[in-house]
């Protein structure tokens, strides 16, 4: 059995799914924490005299996107996670002790969502406008009239972050490592804002080191039609939009591998609804639930063929040194031959990996409203993802 605390660097990495899903993360950051992990975070002075800085469960790296990136800002700029309860109203029904005084201000409708004026205008053209709506098919009539890039912009959740939140807005003053995902909208690229240098070897992936906390998280959380494209401006001074971090990739895990860390703990709330009973078949829910049925089964399976693909690496790297050493043929070539597949592959040889997601029967993960603040409901959430951390977690030697 893995012995957890065997490891030198743990890692957590958080996905999206809107508010629900920060529920979900809190929920699971709980259970971590009643099974001895701890949370490092703040300026560097402060992670240096934390009394958890030489313990071996102490997280010191986050990964977050779209809403994941939100929790793993909050947990790497210091705060507790009995303060993000408290700070979202989330009313766990957990906690063993009151939450510490927090720098959060309960969040609000108002935060999350700042009205993108200029789609107002293009809406007013789209069902007022003079133009004719009968040429073309319904696609061209989207297409030439509906130029509304979001009905909502992110602008809210950066001045939130950034008044009540972050004791500091620059990745490389924390004491800790925190990446946050986005995705280059005009290029197709995943972007890693954090304290990376800012060339990348991958060329569908940049290093961004230079953006505020606040602006990197506000870009990952920019989901659309909900969202606008988020622009940051580079360092030629142009105007670079970015939108939710989700896009090219559900899980970041390997930005966690990447930059050593040798446990990395992936919460992702994504899980599509399986039949029961009880609720019956979402044919009779409507297009809204369909759909949403549809993206969840897309994305649990582009998760699903990441995890399959890092297992058939290691199965197949462990087979090939296995053969070489029963057979007695030269270990230094079974040594060489690994190294190439491993790095033909990506795998990052010593890394485990701990998966924590709802299950099947949490069918109301699936129904609830992605961005509800209703503190029951958000409790609820919570102590779903308490459940579901603590059925993993028990698996493993601390």
Do not use: W
Request: glycine fraction near 8%.
């Amino acid at each position: 059995m893995l012995k957890l605390s065997k490891k030198k660097k743990v890692a957590l990495v958080l996905s999206g799914g809107g508010v629900k899903a920060a529920a979900f993360h809190v929920g699971v950051c709980l259970a971590l924490q009643e099974k001895g992990f701890k949370f490092l975070g703040g300026t560097q002075e402060k992670v240096d005299e934390s009394p958890h800085l030489h313990d071996p469960l102490a997280i010191r790296t986050y990964v977050g996107s779209s809403a994941g990136s939100f929790i793993s800002a909050a947990l790497a700029a210091g705060h507790s996670i009995e303060e993000v309860v408290d700070g979202f109203q989330m009313g766990a029904g957990l906690l063993r002790k009151p939450p510490r005084k927090t720098r959060f201000r309960p969040m609000g409708y108002l935060d999350m969502f700042r009205i993108n004026s200029p789609s107002l205008e293009g809406l007013y053209k789209f069902f007022f406008g003079n133009q004719s709506v009968i040429s073309g098919g319904f696609e061209t009539l989207l297409k030439n009239r509906l130029k509304v890039d979001g009905l909502f912009t992110a602008k809210g959740v950066e001045q939130y972050l950034r008044k009540s939140v972050l004791p500091t807005n620059s990745f490389l003053e924390l004491g800790v490592e925190l990446f946050t995902i986005a995705t280059n909208l005009d290029y197709s690229k995943k972007a890693v804002f954090g304290p990376l240098p800012t060339q990348s070897k991958d060329p569908e992936v940049e290093f961004i080191n230079y953006v505020p906390i606040s602006d990197a998280v506000a870009a990952s959380v920019s989901l659309p039609p909900v969202f606008s494209p988020y622009g940051i401006k580079n360092l030629q001074g142009q105007n670079v939009f970015y939108f939710d971090g989700e896009i090219r990739d559900t899980l970041s895990t390997h930005v966690a591998s990447d930059v050593g860390a040798d446990l990395v703990i992936a919460s992702y709330s994504i899980q599509p609804y399986h039949f029961t009973p009880e609720v019956g078949s979402l044919s009779q829910f409507g297009i809204p639930i369909i759909i949403n049925q549809a993206l969840y089964q897309v994305v649990q399976q582009k998760i699903a063929k990441s995890i399959q693909a890092r297992e058939t690496a290691n199965t197949l790297i462990s087979t090939v040194a296995g053969y070489f050493k029963e057979n007695g043929l030269p270990p230094e070539h079974a040594e060489k031959l690994v190294e190439i597949m491993t790095k033909k592959s990506g795998y990052k040889r010593g890394v485990d990996f701990i998966y924590i997601h709802p299950q099947p029967q949490n069918y109301e993960m699936f129904f609830v409203d992605h961005f509800s603040l209703d503190p029951e409901i958000l409790s609820r959430i919570v102590k779903i993802g308490f459940k579901s951390a603590i059925n993993v977690l028990r698996k493993y030697d601390l």
